[in-house]
């Protein structure tokens, strides 16, 4: 079992930036997960933000890039979302996922509200 905390998120104004956080409680295995953040906006479906894999590859949802970085340190078990340049649409909760073959852990969401 991993728990993951998400922390970072709040209220911006459009443009602003925000740096959000997710933290694993079990130190075990921690480097080898593939990370990821998710979005949902109310009334959508929860979709991908941002990846990246245990030797460091990312990916990327075509409506965030060149605006946020998806980054990991695992000496420190945390995953991070730089998001800078951020627009009203940007506006959901955002969910930080683990994976590992069959096993997937998710936070329990942090708010981020772009204002205009």
């Known amino acids: 079992q991993v728990q993951l905390v998400e922390s970072g998120g709040g209220l911006v104004q459009a443009g602003g930036s925000l740096r959000l956080s997710c933290a694993a409680a079990?130190?075990?295995?921690?480097?080898?997960?593939?990370m990821a953040w998710y979005r949902q906006a109310p009334g959508k479906q929860r979709e991908l933000v941002a990846s990246?894999?245990?030797?460091?590859?990312?990916d990327y949802a075509d409506s965030v890039k060149g605006r946020f970085t998806i980054s990991r340190d695992n000496a420190k078990n945390t995953v991070y979302l730089q998001m800078n340049s951020l627009k009203t649409e940007d506006t959901a909760v955002y969910y930080c996922r683990g994976s590992l073959s069959t096993y997937t852990y998710w936070g329990q969401g942090t708010q981020v509200t772009v204002s205009s």
């Open positions: 990246i894999s245990s030797v460091g590859s990312t």
């Open positions: 079990s130190r075990n295995f921690f480097s080898i997960y593939t």
